[in-house]
């Protein structure tokens, strides 16, 4: 079904707050052929749940970047080739051969065990940054605090100095922000030097712990041997490191820190219930996830021509998987725009995707969601939004829900 009256999600301030546009699609086109870019959003639990659990059929091999009205310009493939190495594909976005050899060195270091023994230093790096915030009734807590956590647990896992941390979130920046579909040309030429630079920075380290094995991601990335034998090449490595492990072990989990705390501004009673009983933490967690998902929407190219929703779809026809739509659907999810610290499965959305390419890093972003919001109710239970700051807005993009600043007063 196409349908111009409906607000085009291309439009950024759309973006703000796209849950009325979902709900509207999810009642009269849940499978809607925007008209501006002529892919299809789904928007519904059941479709969602389907276009996944058939990954063969709908495959994750698009690049957002390369579906730009321009493609990849050459002079951006020019800055990558002359200077460092053309990224490839990232996990998340790609189908067998390559998805399986990642995929398979991933899951090994986000298994449950490693997550626990983890836990210990996520906790201390979230009392660390809240003793830095003592006595500050009033702070911006994205840069403050959601960013810095995240970034500070990857870059322990990964070996890398916490003093570059400030420079990671530059880089990593300019990894996500080609994915939202929303970056001017400039941008996207500032983002691809910005991101060799991080991968010469990578490439030194890699030279180093080729030398130096230590204990750290970096050196299992260089140790590991696939099924056949084979290990990494230089441009998977930077791949992995850059996308993989950093960008995507950050970006997300940050965006769902900062929703989380908005959302317990905008929710008191759900403050004094989490403080009350630190036990519904998790629950409350899951909750943030479902409401405003970190990534918002992914997509999907058709392998053959197929039948979805009673609409015909060709080989190459491209679908985006709107998570954030799926997770607030009312057939799914009882009172779905609330927060329930009490659902039956809290876990069961689709933040994380499922089956074959449910995210590697779900675990660690969980638990760093966790002993980030159990760290703040031991100190705190006044939470507000700053007066006379604006109203909080969201970075323009397609793919990911991040908050650019939130600037908050707690008590």
């Not at 079904?1 to 607000?7: A, F, G, Q, R």
């Not at 059929?57 to 002359?82: F, N, R």
Request: net charge negative; with cysteine; proline share 7%.
């Amino acid at each position: 079904m196409t349908d111009s009256d409906h607000p085009d999600l291309m439009d950024p301030a759309v973006q703000q707050c796209p849950y009325a546009l979902y709900k509207a699609l999810r009642a009269t086109a849940p499978l809607y052929k925007m008209p501006s870019t002529g892919f299809r959003l789904v928007t519904n639990y059941a479709l969602a749940r389907e276009v996944i659990r058939a990954p063969d059929q709908y495959l994750s091999s698009v690049s957002p970047m390369a579906l730009s009205d321009d493609g990849i310009p050459q002079e951006i493939i020019d800055i990558y080739e002359t200077g460092g190495w053309l990224p490839l594909a990232s996990c998340s976005t790609s189908d067998a051969p390559q998805h399986p050899r990642v995929r398979g060195f991933l899951e090994k270091l986000f298994t449950a065990e490693r997550v626990r023994a983890v836990t210990p230093t996520i906790d201390a790096i979230a009392e660390s940054l809240l003793d830095e915030l003592a006595g500050q009734s009033e702070i911006e807590f994205v840069q403050r605090f959601a960013h810095p956590l995240p970034m500070m647990v990857i870059a322990a896992l990964l070996g890398v100095p916490q003093a570059d941390i400030a420079q990671f979130k530059i880089w990593s920046d300019a990894i996500v922000e080609p994915f939202s579909m929303m970056a001017s040309p400039e941008r996207r030429i500032e983002c691809a030097r910005l991101v060799v630079e991080m991968q010469t920075y990578f490439a030194d380290m890699v030279a180093d712990r080729q030398k130096n094995p230590g204990e750290d991601l970096i050196s299992e990335a260089i140790a590991y041997r696939d099924a056949a034998g084979e290990p990494f090449t230089m441009q998977e490595l930077m791949t992995i490191i850059t996308i993989d492990l950093l960008a995507s072990g950050n970006e997300t989990t940050t965006a769902a820190i900062g929703s989380g705390m908005k959302l317990l501004i905008e929710n008191p009673d759900v403050v004094a219930d989490i403080t009350t009983d630190a036990e519904l933490i998790p629950n409350f967690a899951e909750e943030v996830l479902r409401l405003e998902s970190p990534a918002q929407g992914m997509f999907r190219r058709c392998a053959a021509a197929s039948t979805l929703a009673g609409e015909t779809l060709q080989e190459g026809d491209l679908l985006n998987i709107r998570f954030g739509a799926a997770n607030r659907d009312e057939a799914q999810f009882p009172n779905p725009d609330a927060i329930d610290l009490h659902r039956t499965k809290p876990g069961s959305h689709l933040a994380f995707g499922m089956g074959r390419h449910v995210c590697v890093g779900a675990a660690l972003a969980r638990q760093e969601i966790v002993s980030a919001f159990r760290a703040i109710c031991r100190r705190y239970d006044r939470f507000e939004l700053s007066a006379g700051e604006p109203k909080p807005r969201y970075q323009p993009s397609l793919f990911g829900r991040n908050l650019l600043s939130l600037p908050i007063k707690w008590s």
